[in-house]
């Protein structure tokens, strides 16, 4: 009987959380969706920097092609898939504070919060959207580089592509929440987005293979999740590579997001415990 009771209330209270994911999502489409003029122009940028880079790739071939044996040799299906994946970084790093910062200037945060809805799950559906957006944007980039610009691409492990992003997904999410918890607290001035941000695109093999750092910038990399992303990406769609080969880009990526994610979601709340005992949660 506890049984059959516990299972009913689970079953409410799981299709509750559906329907306010739901909610959010519809809310965040019909927000992007009344701007058509940004839905129109996203095609175009992503076709003027994929035939920027096939520039690139012709003029650079040379020079950096001892870097990309381990790649397949081909730069331009190595950059295709660094800027179409560095996305998440970027979406993970901003959705979250920027949902929080649109939330703060709108006066929706705090009547958001005083609702039955737990903290981890206004995280999760206030930056649904922008992930659904990104992987539309990655399936674009892989499309026209493979119809338009003819990059080549070794399918290995589809199982190991799909694992690494969502270990990428999860890893950068968590690395936005404790981006989220800043704004909550100094409202500006934000050290996490900064660092993460210039560091991973200057350290983390999105335009340039990460073996042409040296050695001692090679070891900071290596403590990045992009890098590690990147890295098991490529190796899983270009380099043929099987789940096993990219098993270690994988460990690393899951130990990140199972230890950061608990953490972030722990100093959120605290964040917002914070702000709501100084009275400046709406501030901004």
């Known amino acids: 009987m506890e049984l059959a ?48 880079f096939y520039f690139i790739s012709k003029v650079f071939r040379g020079a950096i092609a001892p870097y990309l044996r381990g790649y397949g040799g081909d730069y331009f299906s190595f950059v295709l898939i660094g800027i179409a994946f560095s996305g998440y970084l970027r979406v993970g790093l901003t959705s979250f504070s920027g949902s929080i910062r649109e939330a703060q200037m709108r006066g929706t945060l705090e009547a958001l919060l005083a609702t039955p809805t737990s903290i981890s799950l206004i995280i999760f559906a206030s930056s649904l959207w922008p992930f659904i957006w990104t992987t539309f944007n990655v399936l674009v980039y892989i499309t026209f580089g493979v ?12 199982l190991g592509a799909f694992l690494i992003l969502v270990l990428t997904v999860v ?61 098991g990406m490529r190796g899983a769609i270009l380099q043929g590579l099987s789940l096993s080969e990219v098993l270690g880009d994988i460990f690393f990526l899951l130990v990140f997001s199972m230890v950061l994610l608990p953490l972030a979601v722990f100093v959120f709340g605290k964040a917002l415990n914070k702000a709501k005992r100084d009275g400046s949660l709406t501030h901004y």
């Open 147 to 158: 119809l338009v610009f003819k990059a080549t691409l070794n399918l290995g492990s589809l």
């Open 171 to 231: 890893a950068h999410s968590a690395i936005g929440i404790l981006s989220a918890s800043f704004v909550v607290v100094f409202k500006r001035g934000n050290p996490i987005d900064w660092l993460i941000g210039i560091g991973s695109t200057l350290l983390g093999g999105i335009y340039y293979p990460v073996e042409a750092l040296p050695s001692w910038l090679r070891g900071v990399a290596s403590l990045l999740p992009i890098t590690h992303s990147l890295k």
């Open 5 to 52: 009771l516990w299972i009913s209330s689970s079953a409410v209270r799981t299709k509750l959380a559906l329907r306010k994911v739901l909610a959010f999502l519809k809310r965040d489409f019909r927000i992007n969706a009344s701007y058509k003029l940004a839905f129109s122009y996203q095609f175009f940028g992503v076709f003027f920097q994929l035939t920027l």
